[in-house]
């Protein structure tokens, strides 16, 4: 027999104050029947043989209240073994965060909207490790977890204006996936080799790339078997791109040397690009469509894919036996609560 709360086990104490302020209680009525008149008289016009009641309404009570504490401190009675498995996929999600994404085709722009859209896809996921890549000429990495809210965190408050540096570098963003797999691959390196993790890549961009080697990255993602679904978000027509004060003022547009607004366009040639990445790994390549993002389709995709298992282990379960003990009790103090407290019956003899 063992105890899940064995804490409660220590209000049975208080069962003997109060069977002590229940015979205090008994005590004190006597005397005051005695002083009410003599005491065959008393007996009668109070009904008989309510002491004997009284006494078993009180027993009862205190059996009731001790099972019902005894039912709180969950008695556990008999013990199976359990084995406890996650499964789940490794995801990276890999965020743009170049100045092309502060432009308003997307409401209320296109690195909110992403950010929201990601961080309500992450919240969302179930047993899968998720890991971060933020780029813009240079990276920012989050490394693989479990814990979907700092991971979330991580790029909640992260703007454009954060990175480091400038630009729009695709390749080296996927690199850097790439980097964050193998290393969780190491770190997991005492997992059962047969085991091979399902790995997946949201890549979420307006395509415009300005160094690199994008497909090159690609290749070599395409050889962990890691599949990229590229989300491209922006407008073919061409939009300006905002500036921001310090505080967030809005101040204008990026103009040229000749004072013109400096357009963000989703070419023909970027979006070749994004679908080249997508088909060397074996991914998905989502153009945007009436200011949707598609994360919803990636999740779907990620529904059928295998999810293999991450954690195995066996632990011990004990069952749990307090319901019977809680009937029990309620029974009780049920039955206490029905019984008469005297019980009258004839009427009193005359002398």
């Not at 993790?197 to 290749?219: I, K, Q, S, W, Y």
Request: aromatic fraction near 6%; glycine fraction near 10%; charged fraction near 25%.
């Amino acid at each position: 027999m063992t105890w899940h709360a064995p804490s409660m086990l220590w209000l049975l104490g208080l069962l003997p104050l109060l069977a002590g302020l229940m015979l205090l209680e008994a005590r004190l009525r006597r005397r005051a029947a005695g002083r009410f008149g003599l005491p065959e008289t008393t007996r009668r016009m109070i009904g008989g043989r309510s002491a004997g009641l009284r006494a078993t309404r009180a027993v009862l009570l205190l059996c009731g209240l001790a099972l019902g504490l005894l039912a709180l401190a969950r008695p556990q009675y008999g013990s199976r073994e359990k084995t406890l498995r996650k499964r789940g996929v490794d995801v990276v999600v890999v965020l743009d965060f170049s100045k092309s994404m502060l432009a308003q085709d997307v409401r209320p722009s296109r690195i909110e909207r992403a950010k929201a859209e990601l961080m309500r896809f992450i919240s969302e996921l179930a047993g899968d490790r998720v890991g971060i890549v933020a780029f813009a000429g240079e990276t920012m990495e989050f490394p693989m977890t479990v814990d979907y809210a700092a991971a979330a965190l991580f790029f909640k408050d992260l703007g454009p204006y954060d990175m480091p540096v400038g630009g729009t570098a695709i390749g080296r963003a996927l690199t850097a996936t790439k980097r964050l797999f193998e290393r969780s691959s190491r770190e997991g390196a005492e997992a059962d080799p047969a085991q091979k993790r399902a790995r997946v890549v949201v890549l979420l961009t307006d395509g415009e790339d300005h160094e690199g080697d994008p497909l090159e990255a690609a290749r070599a993602l395409a050889e962990i078997d890691a599949k990229v679904f590229v989300l491209a978000v922006g407008s073919r027509s061409g939009e300006p791109i905002p500036t921001h004060a310090a505080d967030g003022t809005w101040t204008g547009y990026i103009r040229d040397g000749d004072g013109n607004p400096v357009l963000t366009t989703l070419s023909a040639e970027a979006e070749q690009q994004l679908r080249q990445i997508a088909e060397i790994t074996g991914g998905a390549y989502y153009e945007p469509q009436r200011g949707q993002l598609r994360v919803g389709e990636v999740r779907k995709r990620m529904s059928t894919m295998k999810q293999t298992e991450l954690k195995a282990r066996r632990i011990t379960v004990h069952e749990e036996r307090y319901a019977l003990v809680l009937l029990l009790a309620f029974l009780l103090i049920l039955l206490e609560a029905l019984l008469p407290e005297a019980r009258f019956g004839g009427s009193p003899k005359t002398p």
